[in-house]
DNA sequence: AGTTTGAGTGAACGTGTGTTCACTCAGATT
DNA sequence: AATCTGAGTGAACACACGTTCACTCAAACT
């Protein structure tokens, strides 16, 4: 017989780890199908509550899903404004954050999967969220490379086309990591020559236009 | 009262008209919605059929994806295809197939709504089908763009990432064209600039690398 | 010690789900 | 004219859905 553990646990406490496995719950869930087509109860019963419950949490699955964008992108944003203000460099910009994104995907797949899916397919506000999330990174990058040298070469307009062209497509990039993750050495490859190839493109911009 | 008229019609016709008005509700179900949240039951009321008629013409909601992608490239890759040939210029890709896009666009918004969705959040097998129709389409960009003089400067692996490069950027083109018909005008702009960063890039690659 | 609070319960509701089956009854075939 | 075919029917199945309501009972507060 093994002995019974009597845990003490504030009523916060649980109510917190009720929670964080609620989120859990619907991340793992959404793996492969997407807000919109799961249910409260499947939900309720993956965590091993009645459904009732639920709604001691939040007040529908679109609210669940609200806190789980805020959530995937809290640390994201703060490591590549790390990456960011030690890069002197334009080239260093693309050097630091693909290595950092890519860890942050795997380390967080869960996040990106089900970023990656409700971004085109989840209900209208989480799409809303999701798309703002993303337009504030593409921003702090523009406002960034207007401090290099290189960015002196842009105006304000073509800085942040310059900046939504890049992280558009390290969006892509991090879809194909989620999508096939046993393709990571490859995907990353590939997208380091493909930045480079736009960075020519941005410093040569100048004379160009 | 109105004259009761009397459509000779045949059996082919008639299960055809069918099979479209199928095709037709399931696309108006997934304008705000998913494949993987839609039902069967929703579908066939909309059509105006009893539930297990349905199976007369789709064994199944995935095989009504699968010929909803068929038809959703059918049109646009050889309108791409028509475009590229008559393109003397790398400039010229981007100035024909810019407009030709926005045109199917508008003309086929169910269409690409229900791509844009699908691409991220369908079923599995929907998702590969449409993740293979637009690498059909980077192939044919990037054979296409190997016959340029412009394109003598590239090895077949950095073309292959150029055409992916492009037409990535053209996807997410796309899908905010959808999200946001209203702004069709500066999405378009936006989208031309960004391409010619990209091709200025392009065009200095050799040099560069 | 006595009272309040609130996370989790469990039954019940009306409705929607995919799939089965035996059927009808016009158009197509012989 | 007689037969066959197959798109569409309608009932039935066992189950899942979101939400309601009155409830328990331990932790937190007074």
């Known amino acids: 017989m093994a002995a019974q553990v009597e845990v003490i646990e504030s009523r916060s ?4 780890r009720t929670r964080r496995a609620i989120l859990d719950a619907a991340l793992q869930l959404t793996e492969d199908s997407s807000l919109v087509a799961i249910s409260l109860r499947q939900v309720a019963k993956e965590v091993g ?6 709604y001691r949490h939040f007040e529908s ?6 806190a789980l964008v805020d959530e995937s992108f809290e640390s994201l944003r703060g490591l590549l404004r790390e990456v960011w203000l030690r890069s002197p ?19 967080h797949r869960a996040h990106y999967s089900f970023i990656a899916r409700e971004r085109a397919a989840g209900p209208p ?32 307009d073509h800085l942040n086309l310059l900046a939504d062209l890049i992280v558009s497509f390290v969006v892509t990039t991090a879809e194909r990591l989620i999508e096939d993750p046993g393709a990571e050495a490859r995907i990353l490859a590939d997208t380091r020559t ?10 040569n911009w100048r ?3």
Chains 1, 2 share one sequence.
Do not use: C, N, W
């Open 13 to 16: 406490e649980r109510k917190e």
């Open 49 to 54: 509550i009645v459904p009732t419950a639920f």
């Open 61 to 66: 699955v679109e609210s669940l899903g609200l």
């Open 89 to 107: 460099q334009f080239q260093d910009y693309i050097d630091g954050s693909l290595p950092v994104l890519a860890e942050h995907v795997r380390a």
């Open 125 to 156: 506000r989480v799409r809303e969220a999701i798309r703002h999330e993303i337009e504030l990174i593409s921003r702090e990058l523009a406002t960034d490379v207007a401090r290099l040298p290189d960015g002196q070469a842009f105006s304000t």
């Open 194 to 203: 493909q930045l480079r190839m736009l960075m020519v493109g941005a410093i």
């Open 207 to 209: 004379s160009a236009r």
